[in-house]
């Protein structure tokens, strides 16, 4: 498998619960970035990881969002207390080199997260 | 505010010729641009970019036009298929060529 998994694919959480969402991505790809997308929207930046460092978290929504890519590898996105306004698909998308030399992201299928 | 927008929320064109996505930008940091193709209950893939010192991208059937001056940016599709029914992002970038911002995009029928 080549290219950048996500599990699980869908997920049904009650509001209150937490989640977690999980994000493989290209093998020996530094870059690591983790977008919400709403329904008839464009993706939206959460966070960037480069290896194991979080070099920008500028886009998580609230303190309810957590991510980490303890060996900068594997990421997980954690949602705390799910709310209803949370429902969205999760893309996790990869990147060949550091930011400086490359700028195309390669993406996941996506995790769609609903709250019910 | 919207960095990037996509004003056409869907096109509709005839197998064999030419789609045209059109993509407006207003934040003048961004110097790296990107089209991805999106189907349904996929990701989004990546089809072309440009770097902000040109003006033209061609690769096979898709190239993307670059005008800074006026901060837009299109795609044209030549020839148009059934297999290129989609919805279409474009997507920028700054010099750091981090984090992609995303216009809303705009969903692309090919009538055969």
């Known amino acids: 498998g080549a290219g950048v998994s996500q599990s699980p694919r869908y997920k049904v959480a009650k509001r209150g619960q937490d989640v977690a969402l999980r994000c493989d991505p290209i093998s020996g790809h530094v870059s690591l970035f983790w977008y919400q997308q709403a329904l008839g929207q464009g993706p939206e930046f959460l966070t960037y990881?480069?290896?194991?460092?979080?070099?920008?978290k500028s886009g998580l929504p609230s303190d309810r969002f957590f991510a980490e890519r303890p060996e900068g590898s594997v990421s997980t996105l954690k949602i705390q207390r799910t709310q209803q306004e949370d429902s969205a698909v999760y893309l996790c998308?990869?990147?060949?080199?550091?930011?400086?030399?490359?700028?195309?992201?390669?993406f996941g299928p996506g995790t769609r997260l609903t709250v019910t | 505010d919207q960095q990037v927008k996509q004003n056409s929320p869907s096109l509709s064109v005839q197998e064999g010729r030419i789609s045209i996505l059109n993509c407006d930008y207003t934040?003048?940091?961004?110097?790296?641009f990107l089209w991805y193709k999106k189907y349904p209950a996929e990701g989004p893939t990546f089809l072309i970019s440009i770097s902000s010192i040109k003006d033209k991208n061609e690769d096979g059937r898709f190239t993307v036009f670059l005008n800074k001056s006026a901060k837009h940016l299109s795609l044209h599709i030549v020839p148009s298929q059934p297999g290129d029914s989609a919805v279409y992002f474009c997507a920028a970038s700054g010099a750091a060529g981090n984090k992609l911002t995303f216009g809303g995009g705009t969903r692309v029928l090919v009538k055969p």
């Open positions: 998308a990869s990147s060949k080199r550091d930011r400086v030399f490359s700028h195309e992201q390669y």
């Open positions: 990881f480069q290896n194991e460092a979080q070099l920008d």
């Open positions: 934040n003048s940091m961004f110097d790296y």
